[in-house]
């Protein structure tokens, strides 16, 4: 089964208003990482969070990360059309290698 | 549901050979396959974008004679570490991208293969 849940599926949202993607996990992680994908082109690395953080940002990025939930959300604030992508995370359960991705959450963000 | 192979999964090697490295979508076809690598405990960094019937994109900073990629057929990309170091000992990972109804695109990974250059 999977490891990382996204949700929701598809998120659609104007410009300017904050998107929230959430992450559910089943067992526990050595650390959780968000990536970014846009349409035909590979993942890119937008913020790793270690099991002994609880929050990180990153511009406008904010990833929380609750592992008595087994949850994380990654919070996107005033978004912008160029945020539209595929938003996956991915938790790595031994520190090495041992990612395990999501199906994602398609962001589209209207102008 | 599909799936993404790699071979080998683990290889060791003497430092200064070539190592080749195989990423097959084993049950669709592929026109575009992603190759990765990571250090542990780091994220997945992108190396490159596997292009079949054309040359591949690489990101920047990676070495594209020093990372050779070949996609030759719609279910396989190979990536050669050609003269390899110590310092290429990672873990490198493909993707393979499968187009569905309606062109729906849907990434899978492959497990894998862990590189350790002596």
């Known amino acids: 089964s999977q490891q990382g849940e996204e949700d929701p599926q598809a998120l659609s949202i104007q410009e300017g208003e904050n998107a929230t993607m959430n992450c559910s996990y089943k067992?526990?992680?050595?650390?959780l990482q968000w990536y970014r994908q846009n349409s035909g082109r590979g993942l890119v690395h937008l913020i790793l969070i270690r099991s002994n953080e609880r929050e990180k940002h990153s511009g406008r990025l904010r990833v929380t990360l609750d592992t008595s939930k087994k949850s994380s959300s990654l919070l996107i604030t005033a978004s912008r059309a160029a945020d539209t992508a595929s938003y996956f995370c991915a938790t790595d359960l031994s520190g090495y290698s041992t990612l395990t991705f999501g199906k994602g959450t398609m962001l589209l963000v209207s102008p | 549901g599909a799936v993404v192979s790699q071979h080998p999964s683990r290889v060791i090697c003497k430092s200064g050979t070539s190592v080749k490295i195989e990423c097959r979508s084993l049950?669709?076809?592929?026109?575009?396959m992603f190759w990765y690598r990571q250090f542990p405990k780091q994220s997945l960094m992108l190396m490159a974008t596997?292009?079949?019937?054309?040359?591949?994109?690489?990101e920047q900073g990676v070495e594209k004679d020093k990372f050779l990629i070949n996609h030759a057929s719609l279910t396989l990309s190979t990536l050669t570490v050609t003269s390899a170091h110590p310092e290429d000992s990672s873990f490198y990972i493909c993707?393979?991208?499968?187009?569905?109804?309606?062109?729906?695109?849907?990434?899978?990974f492959g497990p894998g293969t862990r590189l350790l250059v002596l």
């Open positions: 596997s292009n079949e019937g054309s040359k591949a994109t690489y």
């Open positions: 049950d669709f076809q592929a026109t575009t």
């Open positions: 993707s393979a991208i499968m187009t569905g109804d309606g062109g729906i695109e849907t990434q899978y």
């Open positions: 067992t526990s992680i050595n650390n």
